[in-house]
Structure formats: C-alpha cells, structure tokens
C-alpha cells in the first residue's frame, strides 16, 4: 500500500466523532446496477419529512480510505458531522454518499498529482454509479431539485472537481476539498458558486492542484472563494466541515440558471473576433428562440452588455429539415457574411417520418455534409448539433427514440468527419431529463410540447449554445 493510500485510511479509521446515536437519523442503504455491477449508496435523511414538502440535498463524494464494498465507512468526515442532532436540525437535508469500489476512483487520480492533468472523456464507472444514485434518490424521496449541492474530499474533492465540470447546471454549489481538476475546463464552472479548501501543509495532495484550479477560474474572471489553511495537512476537511468552514455557503446557495446562462455567454463574447456575425440556423425551434427570452435572444442580450458590435443573424423557419437549410443557406447566413453559424436541425427530418415526409438517413447525412463543406469552404465556422428530443421520458420510452439515437450519430460522426464543432443537445437534454424529470413526464421540463422550448429549455440551450460557439472560436483561433 502506498503511503498516500495509508493515511488516508488510518484518517479513516481514527475518525472519533460517533457515526450512531438514538437521536440521530438512520441511514438508510441502497444500490444500484452499472453496467452489471452492483455500487452501494448510504442516504442520510432529514430528522423529519413533512409530506408535500421538498428537502435539499448534498452529494458526498468520499476519499480513499473509505473505499469498498461495506456500504458503511462512507459514513466517515460529512455525512457523521450532518449527522449530529443540531446539524440535523439546522440545515434539514439528505446526504447521499455513495461508495466507490476499490479498483476504481471518482475521477483520474492524476488529477491530484499531475499539474498537466487532462479531464478523461468519459466519467469513470464509479462516477457514473454516483449520478445513477442521485437520480434513483431523486424518484424516491422527496428532494428540493434546486438545492442539490457537490462536495468531496482528498480523492472525492478530485471526484468534486470532475462532476462539477461535467454536469455544472446540476449543482447550487460544489466545494472540492484538498483535490484538483483540469483546469483547462474552468471555463465550464462559470456562473456556478465554487468553495475551495486546501492546507499548505498537504503532503498527500500538493495545495498546488487547488491553486492550479483557483488560478484556471480567475484568469476567466469566473469567482471563487478559495481557503488555503497555513499549515494545515491533509485533513483540511476538519476545518472544511466545520464551525467555521463552507457549510452555510453551501446550504444557502440555490440553483441559478440565468446566473450560468449570462456568465457562459460573457465567457464567449470574451473569445468572439471585432464585428463577429453568429449565425442561428434550423427550424421552428430556432424561429422561436429569436423572440423574446428565446434561447438566440438570450445570447444575444447576453452578448451586447460586452461587445455590441457583436451581430445575431436569425435564419430558423418551421417545418424546415436538412433539405431546406440546403436551399437557402447562402441567402441566409453567406449573403449575410456570418463569420460563425450555429446550425440546430434534424428534429423535423425525424418527426416528419411519422407522416411519410421525413428525411431518409442517407440525405441527412449526405445533406449535413455538403452543408457544411460550402460552409467551411466560404471561411464560415460550423457549430453542428444533435437533433435534440422529441418527447422528454425516459430515454428509449418516446415513440421516436430509436431514430433519433440513428440522426444524433450520423450528427455526430458528420461533425468529426468534416472538423465542426459538435454541441451535442441530444446527449445534454438526456443527461439533464434523467435527473429533473423524476416524474417521467411526457413534457413541461424542458419543453412546453415535447419539442418545442419552455423558458427553461430556452435557457438550457442558450448556456448549451454558448458553450460549443465558444469551443469552436478558441479551435479557430
């Protein structure tokens, strides 16, 4: 066993504050399967639940000294403090902490050594059991889906890091504690509350991958209240936890949305060229988007606080597929001389199939691609999106799905092929459905139909969009 590997398990084992008590709340235990392994998960409830009434909760993310298979030492550092009576009482919240296995991690542990980290592509198999308990908690029990917060430590403050730049509109508020990230990916945590803690004594996890991180999140201007504790070891979550440390901060921060719309958005138009011309380019879905709190008006408010001459051209008409962006595409966005085009289609080249009008797989595909090259042959920059969703249950429960996942890979391979920018909306609106649809209902949470924007789709897609603009600019530059 390694000396890091050591400690932290003898800190595990030391741990003297009582995990049990008549007056304290019962944990309560479950599981769910990841790709057919089992993964256990302890959920500390409210001392009492009033029904009709909905309860924060933070995701705990431990370190690895409590890794296993026991279901029972995660218990260790947060969730045995928010456990106490008077704790309990203050802040009324479920604790979920699920526990990662031995051979396996919440994130890359290089991301607490190595100063040149690179975030991997895909979370780790733990990671994604943590948000496979998160969205089985949330269809149980009654859970304030606007107070979910993000905390971890040592190996779970690098878990913290990683979840929180993966799935930012998630959380009110994350706190890595003494862990590291890619800062290369800050850009992703704008407009969402970061409390970092750290000590300067920390000989597990250098406080260097900590400032790494901090340094990332100022040089973009996004804020960040950082806690270095002179002299402090590896147990800066003592103080973290603590009478003194980020609980309030934490509890008192609620889910903004806007807040991340309009920071992401800065965030691009910081990056954007002089007398820049963004191009907007689909259906009735981006027709729409052009009024008034839509998700192309928002950017483009957005936009115009920090660079006015920046231009929004709108080119969305309903009922419009692949081969009618092929028709007009240089009336609409050449002839205009768009120096960046956001193109969002496919949705009606698969609805339209219902009617006998749709657009076969081999014309959208080959549609896509002549597109595109014209596009990029006239020096114009390709944003290209999935088609999205039709219908917001579960994944493979609406009557269109299956062709979808069919249009979202030929999206997706189309992009790769040809050097565009993919904004992958049909992998976010899943990802972010499989969480605040609980319900599992046919529409109303990102959608006022099942396909066409609700204010919060309209939101969800402007932070989206500004997103993957602002990745095809820095690929331009």
């Not at 969730?79 to 296995?101: D, H, K, T, W």
């Not at 396996?104 to 059991?129: C, G, H, I, R």
């Not at 060229?273 to 709190?293: P, R, V």
Request: charged share 20%; hydrophobic share 40%; with cysteine.
């Amino acid at each position: 066993m390694t000396p890091f590997f050591a400690t932290c398990v003898a800190l595990a084992f030391t741990f003297q504050e009582p995990l049990h008590s008549p007056s304290m709340p019962t944990y309560l235990k479950g599981e769910v399967q990841v790709q057919g392994r089992t993964y256990p998960y302890l959920l500390l409830p409210p001392l009492e639940i009033v029904e009709g009434k909905t309860y924060p909760l933070v995701l705990f993310l431990h370190g690895v000294g409590e890794r296993g298979t026991d279901n029972e030492i995660q218990k260790a550092h947060f969730p045995a403090r928010m456990a106490q009576p008077e704790l309990a009482q203050r802040y009324g919240a479920f604790v979920l902490a699920p526990q990662c296995p031995e051979d396996d991690s919440w994130a890359n542990m290089n991301s607490l050594s190595s100063a040149q980290f690179v975030q991997d592509t895909e979370p780790t198999q733990a990671m994604k059991a943590a948000l496979a308990s998160l969205a089985k908690v949330i269809r149980k029990h009654p859970i304030d889906l606007n107070r979910m917060a993000l905390t971890g430590l040592s190996m779970g403050g690098a878990g913290a890091w990683d979840l929180a730049l993966r799935r930012p509109d998630v959380f009110t508020a994350v706190a890595p504690i003494c862990g590291g990230g890619d800062q290369r990916t800050a850009h992703r945590l704008a407009g969402l509350p970061v409390l970092v803690w750290h000590g300067t004594a920390d000989e597990r996890v250098p406080v260097a991958r900590s400032q790494a991180m901090v340094k990332a999140l100022r040089a973009l201007d996004i804020p960040v209240q950082f806690t270095e504790l002179p002299g402090v070891g590896h147990n800066s979550w003592d103080r973290a936890y603590g009478p003194e440390g980020c609980l309030e901060e934490l509890f008192a921060a609620r889910r903004n949305p806007a807040q991340i719309q309009a920071a992401t958005a800065e965030l691009l138009a910081k990056v954007l060229q002089a007398d820049e011309k963004i191009a907007f380019l689909g259906d009735s879905i981006t027709q729409a988007g052009n009024n008034d709190g839509g998700f192309v008006d928002l950017i483009r408010k957005s936009l115009s606080k920090v660079r006015p001459d920046v231009q929004i051209i709108p080119a969305g008409i309903s009922g419009h597929k692949v081969p009618d962006l092929l028709k007009r595409f240089e009336a609409d966005v050449m002839d205009k001389q768009a120096t960046l085009v956001f193109i969002y289609i496919g949705i009606n080249d698969v609805w339209h199939s219902t009617s006998g009008a749709g657009t076969p797989p081999e014309d959208f595909e080959s549609g896509l691609r002549e597109l595109i090259g014209r596009l990029q042959d006239a020096g114009i920059t390709v944003v290209l999106t999935t088609p999205g969703i039709i219908g917001e249950k579960a994944h493979g429960s609406n009557g269109l799905d299956t062709m979808l996942d069919q249009f979202s890979a030929i999206s997706r391979r189309v992009a790769r092929e040809k050097g565009a920018t993919l904004c992958d909306l049909s992998r976010a609106f899943r990802q972010h459905l499989r969480l605040f649809n609980p319900k599992n209902q046919e529409h109303s949470i990102l959608t006022r139909d099942g396909v066409h924007l609700n204010p919060d789709g309209d939101r969800f897609l402007a932070i989206q969009a500004a997103r993957a603009l602002r990745r095809a600019v820095l690929a331009r530059n």
